[in-house]
């Protein structure tokens, strides 16, 4: 199996002559290129590369999440400029092949992760159905990071309804370690969102399995969340943050632009990667303007403006921003899914997932949704260190979330 290689030799005027030129997108103008009239940076900017726990995969900093919102140009751009972390969940690849084949030209030098979904009674035959399915989504032979998809989260039409349990489960342990025999995977990890994160965490830490880990992290983390990313580096278990943004709430903030700015995603950048047991982050790069915008943040320190920047967003967006940490479900008499209604919610208004939103409400079990929060006197709402008005945001979401068509 070829090894990835290192992309930052390449210069920038290299990577123009070399895909985009020829393209006619790009208008060399002397000191800056353009794209439709807007400049693009013109430093040149070296990719960072961290190693991912005991894969030993070689990753850069940043690297590519939602890949179906990046054109074909962009996503080539930016493994021209050393970004080499793509995460590729199977599900999210609809009528995409034609872009994919893009990569099979460069596919030793890319790393791609990809998520299965398996139950905590998933066979180890089923389990390998699953991996040979995202290769031929994926259309490659083998694929460098598989992992147990929202470890935590219940996707009841596939059967996921207990946790920890998933992680336990022998036979997909055993299809892994299979697989990777095999050439066709080179790591396993879990992904997880929130909830009980602690406890999957510490358990996929724990039991020696797990290559990496997947999980929010940005700068409203808990402190608890440090404390694993540390507990990981020390067990050689990668991590890779997303989420880093902090939900991209567009309210104003006061003496900046809206929370998108690229000064606000660089501060973000710039503050995920300042803790050195994180391993790298994934973020969605839409553009070139994107592309650019991330790969500046790495050659940038976490300082006071960033401080500053995120600060004000942090306290502009406490009242209402939920950090899943589930301390309020247990105070829940109906069992509903308090995070994951707001992170559903947050999809639907902060970014274009309305489909994904309404979908992944209604595959909640029924106990689960927010009917019975209209007529709740809320005692979720007393857990809730950060005083967020669970009951109004929740009734808010289900109105939003239960709509049978967009
Ligand atoms: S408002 Fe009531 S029903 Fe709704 S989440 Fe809170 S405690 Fe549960
Ligand atoms: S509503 Fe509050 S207590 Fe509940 S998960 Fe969100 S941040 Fe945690």
């Not at 905590?120 to 147990?148: A, F, G, P």
């Not at 391993?279 to 500046?296: A, G």
């Not at 109105?399 to 049978?404: C, D, F, M, P, T």
């Amino acid at each position: 199996m070829k090894s990835p290689t290192n992309n930052n030799k390449l210069t920038r005027r290299h990577f123009i002559k070399k895909s985009l030129f020829g393209t006619g997108i790009l208008i060399n103008t002397g000191k800056y290129f353009q794209i439709k009239g807007k400049k693009l940076v013109s430093k040149e900017i070296d990719m960072k590369y961290r190693i991912l726990g005991k894969s030993g995969l070689k990753v850069s900093e940043i690297g590519l999440g939602r890949l179906e919102t990046q054109g074909e140009n962009v996503l080539s751009y930016a493994f021209d400029r050393g970004i080499n972390y793509i995460d590729m969940p199977a599900e999210y690849i609809k009528g995409e092949e034609g872009r994919m084949l893009k990569l099979k030209n460069r596919r030793d030098k890319v790393i791609i992760a990809s998520k299965i979904i398996t139950t905590h009674n998933s066979t180890k035959q089923e389990t390998m159905k699953l991996i040979e399915n995202v290769l031929k989504r994926i259309q490659t032979d083998y694929i460098d990071i598989i992992m147990i998809y929202n470890v935590g989260t219940i996707i009841r039409k596939h059967g996921v309804t207990k946790h920890i349990e998933r992680l336990k489960n022998e036979d997909v342990i055993e299809a892994v370690n299979q697989a990777k025999k095999d050439g066709k995977v080179r790591a396993f990890g879990i992904s997880t969102h929130g909830g009980d994160f602690k406890d999957y965490i510490n358990y996929a830490i724990d039991s020696g399995h797990f290559d990496m880990i997947m999980l929010k992290y940005n700068f409203m983390a808990f402190p608890e969340e440090k404390e694993l990313l540390k507990k990981a580096k020390q067990n050689n278990v990668g991590s890779v943050a997303i989420k880093v943004v902090g939900g991209a709430y567009d309210q104003k903030i006061k003496g900046y632009e809206k929370s998108r700015t690229p000064e606000f995603r660089r501060a973000a950048i710039k503050w995920v990667l300042s803790n050195p047991n994180i391993t790298n982050l994934v973020i969605r790069m839409p553009t070139f303007e994107e592309v650019d915008n991330c790969i500046r943040a790495l050659d940038e320190k976490y300082g006071y403006n960033d401080r500053i920047l995120l600060e004000k967003y942090a306290s502009s967006v406490k009242p209402y921003y939920c950090r899943w940490c589930s301390t309020c479900t247990q105070a829940c008499p109906y069992d509903v899914s308090i995070p994951d209604i707001q992170r559903y919610l947050m999809y639907f208004t902060n970014f274009e997932y309305k489909e994904e939103a309404v979908e992944k409400y209604a595959d909640l079990l029924p106990e689960q949704k927010a009917d019975c929060c209209f007529n709740c006197n809320a005692p979720c709402e007393n857990k809730c260190l950060n005083n967020i008005p669970i009951k109004e945001i929740l009734t808010e979401a289900h109105e939003i979330l239960s709509i049978k068509t967009l």
